[in-house]
């Protein structure tokens, strides 16, 4: 104790914030306890019998942490009696510290833990009188979850949850550690080993499962996987053989028998739910086990499972691990304890004796003792990745093969040694970072980015997960540590930095791509380089390595050929590629294009170069093996070949010539996530930093945060009461790379969110709420934090699909209730009924490429068609069974649905012709979804996402929420590849005034419905103009007021502002206006009847604490009369909104008004839900006096309210009681007409000589229309038109008089009638004058214009009129054109027919466009004649280098900026550019610089080759107009510094060759040396074709005789054959892009589906049973390491007669001399 009280003493100090407490409980054990003692193993010179020995009181150790404080504490206890204090405690200080597990070691007296914190993450151990030591440190990815402790073989084990591995270590020398489990796991949680049966046990709560194995990681099996779920904590109970764990999840202690597992039994279960087990430990007699909520320690006695506590309520949060330490020193040997087993690295005991094994990074040697000394695979090596089937897994793997060195050792030797690493996946990609000694791979299977080191380990990881099977193009950005990658399927290119398992990928080029294969990188450079097919592009493109700055260099019209594989040789700056056939290079920039060979019967892929050589894979043809070809870049005669078994695929040469390292601008940038390096001013580099997707640069320019950017590359999927995302590029497990929940938003337990629609290009997110309240189409936007929606279409009644028109901004829908499609701008408005009368349309898709859209009838069981304005409506496809989803696959020009109910999914093409089943999904599924080349699918009877690829029958579920309701959700594509770029017929809306509907031809001009088109087909008129006899009714859900005959027969739309959304209306018949209140804007307005829409005005501005709702207007008096519900008052005001005036206030929730001027009366309502005795009918006098409450009682929330002054009756409609009732005008006589049912009644009015009442209901759609008398029920008019109506009003047309239609009644202001004549009143700030009719009040106008002045006006007082001009660039608004006037409110209005309020803000508007933007190779040509104001003329000419594209603007083009628009006149010119080629011919022994353009008319300067010089005739090259250089002669510029001699020695010797013709070419040839050294070299010519002087004349004469006859034979055979491949050979590219999409990825699907059906394979008997591989391992057990001898011939023309003499070999032959091993 004191040794320890000296630790602390020490330790302590060191900091005050984090902490670990070590617990060390001692219990008083029963003397009787039996001892544990080892059995006895047979005698031999290692084995020694085993002795035992305790020292020391049992003791139970466990971790707590303690979150106030982010420290974790570690307690030590002992001497327990009958009531258990605390003894011992370690307070090991450290920053950060935050153990998991403990472990002990008695035989040394030291404590064991994992640390994950960031004072360092590893393994610890302290011991008395010792300061803390880290042995073992782990990467920052990794997650000690757990750890064991072998004292007698000083091993300890750990898992990794991390990595998902567990790996053990050497205590004597922690650099010697081994991963021992890699594969098949999910979260591995606790271990713990049975070092007496050699046995280790361990928790997968990712899994749901327990596992167990041999110490030395064979024969693993599971033990537990049923009815488990989150085991975290396991124990031994050595004395009975049982295993415990602990189940978080469950609140469970079990244990399972391990002498017969079928035994198994629970010893404790939480009823109460208010506990949390965390840790369970196990002596001879008693159950420990720690709960972190109740924060007790506590045991179970094993004999009658009574519960007792050890330690209760300790001062910390939480509990973790806990062990039970008997004191136990063990003294037995093993088989590992003496000289390490004879084992170099590890000695592993396991149950027949030991297994050695390896540190991380070498493999065992065949004596199965001793590792690799040597790097062994690191240096010149050309890599390629073969398919071969492998007679020991009984299928097809993947091979990794090399040949080591330079080629110049083996190319002409008779023999080359090759090796290859076995590997159980699909590779197809390869490149590799020469400075890390790594190999970046693509794999098919488990879609993802593979890292294989070079160093002689077997050891692989994951890079990135979520490729797409078809990945055929990697490139290492070798300078500034990125990864490339171009993605098929998913037709992007996308890089990553180089890390572990990357998170961070940034997609550099994500549109215009068919199907991009290979890719290339030049860093020095700073441009990336990739070749892509498909039906429009067979091309070779080049950006800078951020994706900016896209051109492309070389473009081929011959779809035959395909191109291929593209290499750099960087030595030369030559682009070097193939098409099949042929293979080729070029200038970077794609210019000097030379075919280096060709020939029909290759079929080449992917190239690499070295040197002077081209290696080229060649898939091999007419039963003929795939070969690698090798080529010299310097002639064009002839190639050498190695053919292997299986298929090739990628290749690389693998040498540091090929990545020569250099300084670049990324050294010193300091980005925080990734760098490039990019074209700066001439030649120079600079660095950029760049962010992965959905991230963006801080205003540092270095560092990344979360972006504002758009989510794309996803799907979205609609879950009822939420909408989730689930990234399109899944792992390699074909799961979402989160949780369900974890990447769901917009979360509403009352909503039912169903169809989805997106708009790409405005980032913004469409969908139905199918609440049952507010059915609406809501919006969100797809940047930023995506919490906010807002309603876009509101009133819907039920949605069966939703769709955007991307290209000319609409939202189409299927009603299904109203059995109608409709469509409407992106922003709600103008909406309009397209298709009436139809059966059950459900989903809908629109084609805008096409001009024409798609649905679904679900009853009829048919696909129709229309154009996009509803003409021309077709059956499409007929007799579908239930289909319920469809979407258009532009990329295969298709059309997918589901069909049969959810049981099949099928396809046909765009005319609705070969229809065709594509996939069986074993659930029902309801929606479809199409991306790049994969397809989505949602299940009918869950929350589950399907993913396949379109090849695919098999879908997989790749989200799985088993949410069991029976709704079909939705789910769409999230990208710009869904929603191709195509030129518009709408753009600009063409001239319609409301909505411009494409059609597959031209365009037609729509309007709303209740208008029309005028009679220039574009403007948009009310259907009919009534003034007299009509409803008015508002419907601020179509945001329109209409106007409906007194028959219920004709709607007209009043034509409203978009942006209104109407409540109260009323009508003046005297000037033929119609007024309104808008609740959003809390104005009131008005317009002419007629629909004008130009012609609104705003007659009451909105106001602070204002909310307006009803109006009512006496036109006798030219006054108007609100109710106002947030202010609780009733107010009026006159028609042009100048007098103002409080009339009654203090109006609790005032809503419904009428006006009865004859009798000088007014009617209200007022509402209240939770005190009803403030709700009431109300009467008045129309001055406001005599207040009256006539309806008292049984009211809560009237707000419909009319009378009829013929029957002296008064009705209203109250939305809570339901009731429909009248009384007599003073409250008597009180009658229920109807009760409602379901019903938000609102408007009200009645017919005067009629029998009807006319009301209105928020929850329902129409007009109904209710008898009187209350016989019969309500009747509906305009559901299928009207979405959500609030206020109706009648107007006959007519009115009376009152004591104020003449003269105003003689008032100065208002004239209000009474029932006895008429009251005079005046605005709120003035005055009534003793005379009772006139007002005082001393008012100026003072506001001031902007950018203008008033002309002649130095004081502006009441009535005043004044002129106004404008500043220069400023003109006159329209809207206040004329004299102002100055009111008594003291505000400016308009001194003409409207009296409309200005503001003097906007009474100068300025008259200037934007900036000018012009194209590329345009610019402006001087200064504009103006500026950016309006009628500046600006003149636009080509840029020097670029000459214009069309004869119309020979001297330029001139535009203008225009006043309709503001903007610049639409540019029409383009310029294309004018280059010069390189001719090299020009400059002798020198070349253009590297920063010359090539443009005409600019200049370039010249440099000299290596070893010359610069004459004094100091040129400089131009470019000329015509694109040819000046000077063109050929000038001596360039001289050599010195003369070297040099000789060639030419001579005739036996053919080594690989030309076709007897020619004398001068090459290389190695003479191999014995010594040590560089190979000498002699120059020999390479010589085609043998003379032969064997045999006599008349045997030359036979031979010559047969020969003949039988070069006829093979003649005829080769004619026929050739005209046999021709026609094979344009039937297979007849379609190229089918051809090589199809048959690549059928050929994945079926090697992936039947050759890898298992997880896992048994390993070949020569390899080491445990697995040395972390996550993402790219093998399924080990990777094989081989070497294979193979003779080398020379492989001329495929035509050629000649004896190969150096060339590959056809058939690999091993050498038996050579072990495979690890």
């Keep these: 104790m004191e040794q320890i009280s000296t630790i602390m003493a020490t330790i302590i100090p060191l900091t005050q914030r984090n902490w670990i407490l070590v617990i060390y409980i001692l219990l008083t054990v029963a003397s009787g306890n039996a001892q544990l003692a080892s059995t006895p193993t047979t005698a031999s010179p290692t084995t020694v019998v085993p002795t035992t020995q305790y020292q020391g009181d049992p003791e139970i150790i466990f971790i707590s942490r303690d979150e106030t404080d982010p420290t974790q504490v570690l307690y030590q206890i002992h001497h327990m009696n009958t009531v258990t204090k605390i003894d011992r405690i370690y307070n090991f200080h450290n920053s950060g510290i935050k153990p998991l597990s403990i472990d002990f070691d008695n035989s040394n007296n030291y404590i064991y833990w994992s640390e994950n914190g960031i004072g360092g993450k590893g393994i610890w151990r302290a011991k008395d009188g010792a300061v803390p030591e880290k042995i073992f440190a782990v990467e920052s990815t990794s997650i000690v979850e757990s750890l064991d402790v072998d004292p007698v073989s000083q091993l300890v084990y750990y898992v990794d949850s991390g990595k998902k591995s567990i790996v053990l270590v050497k205590l004597d020398d922690p650099t010697l550690y081994r991963t021992v489990i890699a594969t098949d796991l999910g979260r591995p949680k606790d271990i713990i080993v049975d070092h007496e049966n050699k046995m280790m046990y361990w928790t997968d709560i990712g899994k749901g499962r327990i596992e167990m194995a041999d110490a030395d990681g064979r024969n693993r099996q599971v033990l537990v996987d049923r009815n488990i779920s989150r085991p975290i904590s396991i124990s031994l109970d050595k004395k009975d053989n049982r295993l415990y764990w602990v189940d978080s999840l469950r609140d469970v202690i079990e244990y399972i028998d391990l002498n017969n597992t079928s035994i198994r039994k629970v010893v404790k279960k939480e009823i109460l739910l208010n506990a949390q087990y965390s840790g369970v430990a196990v002596d001879n007699k008693r159950i420990f086990y720690t709960d972190s909520i109740r924060r007790h320690v506590m045991y179970i006695n094993k004999t009658d499972y009574s519960i007792d506590t050890i330690f209760t309520h300790l001062s910390f949060n939480e509990l973790l691990d806990i062990k039970y330490n008997d004191k136990f020193i063990p003294t037995v040997n093993n088989s590992c304890s003496v000289n390490n087993g004879d084992c170099e690295n590890i000695c592993i005991p396991t149950k027949s004796n030991r297994t050695c094994a390896c540190k991380e990074g070498k493999r065992l040697l065949t004596n199965g003792k001793s590792c690799s000394r040597i790097i062994a695979l690191h240096g010149a090596n050309i890599l390629f990745l073969t398919q071969e089937f492998n007679f020991n897994y009984g299928r097809t793997i993947s091979n990794l093969r090399g040949i080591q060195g330079d080629p110049e050792t083996w190319l002409y030797q008779p023999t080359v040694r090759t090796w290859y690493i076995s590997f159980g996946r699909w590779l197809t990609g390869i490149d590799f970072d020469y400075r890390s000694e790594h190999v970046y791979l693509t794999d098919a299977l488990s879609r993802s980015i593979k890292v294989f080191p070079m160093n002689g380990s077997l050891h692989t990881w994951t890079e990135f997960s979520g490729t797409s099977p078809i990945v055929h193009g990697v490139a290492v950005d070798w300078i500034n540590r990125n990864v490339y990658w171009a993605d098929q399927d998913y037709e992007h290119i996308v890089m990553a930095k180089m890390a572990v398992d990357t998170k961070e990928t940034k997609t550099v080029v994500n549109t215009g791509l068919d199907r991009p294969v290979s890719i290339a990188v030049h860093p020095k450079k700073g441009k990336l380089f990739w070749s892509d097919y498909g039906p429009n592009n067979n091309r070779i493109e080049v950006s800078n390595l951020d994706g900016s700055n896209r051109t492309t260099i070389y473009h081929s019209t011959d779809a035959s050929y395909l191109i291929k594989g593209i290499t750099i040789d960087y030595e030369r700056d030559k682009l070097i590629f193939t098409n099949g056939i042929g293979l080729y290079k070029m200038d970077l920039d794609g210019s000097n294009v030379e075919l280096l060979y060709q020939n029909q019967m290759l079929e080449m892929y992917e190239v690499s170069a070295y040197k002077n050589l081209v290696f080229a894979t060649d898939k091999g043809m007419f039963g003929r093996r795939p070969r690698v070809l090798i080529f010299l870049t310097t002639t064009t005669s002839g190639y050498n070949s190695i053919s292997f078994r299986g298929s090739i695929y990628g290749i690389a040469f693998y040498h540091p010539s090929r990545q020569q390292t250099f300084a670049s601008p990324c050294d010193t940038a300091q980005c925080g996530q990734m760098c490039v390096a990019v074209p700066g001013n001439g030649t120079q580099l600079k660095a950029k930093c760049v962010c992965g997707d959905g991230k963006k640069l801080a205003a540092n320019g270095k560092n990344c945060e979360k972006s504002d950017h758009p989510i794309s590359q996803t799907f979205a999927y609609s879950a009822g009461d939420r909408i989730c995302l689930v990234n399109a590029q899944v792992d390699k497990s074909w799961k979402a790379p989160h949780k369900p929940d974890d990447i769901c938003w917009l979360r509403n337990t009352g909503a039912d969110f169903r169809h989805l629609a997106v708009d790409v290009y405005s980032h913004t997110l469409f969908f139905s709420d199918q609440d049952s309240i507010l059915p609406n189409i809501r919006k969100i936007s797809l940047v930023g934090k995506r919490k906010n929606s807002t309603v876009v279409l ?9 769709a955007v028109d ?54 009829e069981g048919n696909m129709y068609q229309a154009n996009l304005d509803g003409t021309d409506k077709i059956v499409l496809v007929r007799n579908l069974s239930n289909p319920l989803d469809l979407v258009i696959d532009y990329m295969d020009d298709r059309i997918l649905y589901i069909n049969n109910n959810g049981s099949n999914v099928e396809w046909v093409n765009m005319l609705g012709r070969n229809k065709k089943k594509l996939i069986n999904p074993e659930q029902n599924v309801s929606n479809i979804a199409v991306y790049k080349g994969y397809i989505a699918l949602t299940l009918m009877s869950k929350t589950g996402v399907l993913l396949t690829n379109k090849g695919g029958t098999n879908p997989k579920l790749i989200i799985n929420e088993n949410k069991t309701k029976n709704y079909k959700y939705d789910i769409i594509a999230i990208d710009e590849a869904v929603q191709p770029v195509i030129a518009g017929v709408c753009n600009g809306n063409s001239g319609c005034q409301q909505i411009c509907l494409p059609k597959p031809s031209g365009y037609t001009c729509a309007c709303t419905d209740g208008m029309k088109l005028g009679t220039d087909k574009k403007s948009c008129v009310p259907e009919k103009v009534l003034y007299s ?250 559901a299928d038109v009207f979405s959500g109506l609030n206020e109706i009003k009648y107007y006959s047309g007519t009115h009376g008089t009152t004591k104020c239609s003449s003269n105003n009644g003689g008032c100065s202001e208002f004239c209000l009638a009474t029932p006895t004549g008429r009251t005079c009143a005046c605005n709120s700030i003035f005055q009534l004058k003793a005379d009772g009719v006139s007002c005082y009040n001393e008012t100026t106008c003072t506001q001031k214009i902007r950018s203008g002045s008033f002309s002649n006006c130095q004081h502006a007082t009441v009535d005043k009129r004044c002129g106004f001009t404008c500043d220069t660039h ?343 001399n050579v072990t495979s091993g690890m």
């Design 1370 to 1712: 400023f003109k006159k608004n329209s809207l206040y054109d004329g004299e102002l006037a100055c009111s008594r409110s003291g505000r400016w209005y308009t001194d003409g027919p409207s009296n409309v309020y200005v503001d003097t803000d906007n009474l100068c508007l300025e008259q200037k466009c934007p900036k000018l933007t012009v194209r590329e190779g345009v610019q402006q040509s001087g200064n504009c004649t103006s500026g950016n104001y309006v009628g500046s003329q600006c003149l636009l000419k080509c840029a020097k280098g670029y000459i214009v594209s069309s004869h119309l603007y020979p001297n330029g083009e001139n535009i203008m900026c225009q006043s309709n628009n503001l903007n610049w006149q639409k540019s029409n010119m383009t310029c294309s550019p004018i280059y010069c080629k390189e001719n090299k011919s020009s400059i002798l022994n020198g070349h253009l610089r590297e920063d010359c353009t090539f443009l005409a008319e600019h200049e370039c300067q010249y440099q000299c080759d290596y070893g010359y010089g610069k004459n004094p005739l100091n040129l400089t090259f131009k470019c000329d107009k015509q694109g040819n250089w000046e000077p063109m002669a050929a000038v001596v510029l360039c001289s050599k510094i010195t003369t070297t001699q040099s000789t060639t020695t030419t001579t005739t010797t036996e053919p080594t060759t690989i030309s076709y013709k007897p020619t004398t070419v001068t090459t290389k040839v190695v003479t191999p040396i014995p010594t040590i050294g560089k190979p000498k070299t002699t120059e020999q010519p390479i010589v085609s074709g043998k003379t032969s002087a064997l045999g006599t004349q008349d045997d030359a004469k036979i031979n010559g005789l047969m020969g003949g006859l039988v070069t006829v034979v093979l003649l005829l055979a080769i004619v026929v054959a050739c005209i046999a491949f021709y026609m094979y050979r344009k039937r297979r590219m007849s379609d190229p892009s089918k051809y090589e999409r199809s048959s690549l990825r059928e050929s994945t699907r079926s090697d992936m589906g039947q050759q890898y059906k298992s997880n896992s394979i048994d390993s070949p008997k020569n390899s080491v049973a445990y697995s040395n591989s972390g996550e993402g391992n790219l093998a399924f057990d080990n990777p094989i390491y081989v070497t294979e001898e193979a003779k080398v011939n020379l492989q001329n023309d495929d035509n050629d007669n000649t004896k190969p003499q150096i060339g590959s070999q056809h058939e690999i032959v091993m050498d038996n």
């Design 1029 to 1278: 006899d009509f409803f008015l009714v508002a419907d601020d859900y179509r945001h329109e007021i209409y106007q409906v005959d007194k028959d219920l027969k004709t709607i007209s739309a009043m034509g409203l502002p978009h942006e209104e959304n109407p409540i109260g209306v009323a009508y003046d018949p005297v000037e033929r206006r119609i007024y309104w209140t808008d609740y959003t804007l809390g104005t009131i307005k008005r317009m002419a009847i007629n629909g004008s829409i130009n012609k609104q005005e705003t007659v009451r501005p909105k106001t602070s604490n204002s909310r307006l709702d009803a109006i009512a207007i006496d036109p006798s008096s030219r006054i108007l009369y609100y109710t106002d519900m947030k202010a609780n008052n009733i107010g009026i005001m006159s028609l042009d909104g100048g007098l103002n005036k409080i009339l009654i206030a203090s109006v609790y929730n005032p809503r419904a008004i009428v006006l009865d001027p004859e009798n000088g009366n007014m009617y209200y309502t007022t509402r209240s839900k939770i005190d009803t005795k403030r709700a009431g009918i109300w009467r008045a006098n129309m001055d406001g006096t005599n207040v009256t409450k006539i309806v008292a009682q049984g009211l809560s929330y009237p707000n419909g309210l009319a009378i009829d002054t013929t029957e002296m009756k008064i009705y209203w409609i109250d939305s809570v009681t339901l009731r429909l009732e009248r009384a007599n005008l003073n409250g008597t006589g009180r009658q229920i007409i109807a009760y409602l049912t379901d019903a938000y009644a609102f408007g009200l009015t009645i017919v005067n000589h009629t029998n009807y009442v006319y009301y209105t209901d928020w929850n329902d759609r129409g007009i109904f229309y209710q008898p009187r008398n209350g016989n019969g029920t309500a009747m509906v008019f305009g």
């Design 794 to 802: 509101s009133g819907v009644a039920n949605v069966g699909g939703i």
């Design 806 to 859: 991307w290209v000319s901004d609409h939202l189409y829908w299927t009603d299904i209730k109203l059995k109608e499609i409709w469509v409407a701008n992106l922003d709600g408005t103008s909406q309009k009924i397209l298709l009436r009368n139809l059966t059950k349309p459900t989903s809908i898709a629109v084609n805008p490429p096409n001009g024409v859209m798609y649905w679904l009838d679900e009853t």
